[in-house]
């Protein structure tokens, strides 16, 4: 199958991405947990938009602090939405 590595490295990109950024959505519950979020070190800041969540649409930012530690902000710009931490 020709086509078979293609689809795989297609959804490479949306799985590295919640890898990273510690995303566990539970779309089910409206809720979003953020755990542990890192970023590749010559990456500092990362802008993610209208990430849908069950029916809710959130922007996210994370930027590496000046402890190194990445941080987040969130802004839900549509439905409702619980969000959180670790």
């Not at 779309?27 to 809710?56: F, H, K, M, Y």
């Amino acid at each position: 199958m020709a086509c078979s590595p293609q689809a795989w490295a297609a959804g490479s990109i949306p799985y590295a991405l919640t890898s990273l950024l510690g995303l566990q959505a539970d779309a089910l519950n409206q809720r979003l947990e953020i755990v542990d979020p890192c970023l590749p070190d010559w990456l500092g800041r990362l802008a993610l938009t209208q990430v849908q969540v069950g029916s809710a649409r959130v922007d996210l930012l994370f930027e590496r602090g000046q402890d190194g530690k990445v941080k987040f902000e969130a802004t839900i710009r549509e439905g409702e939405l619980q969000i959180g931490g670790a």
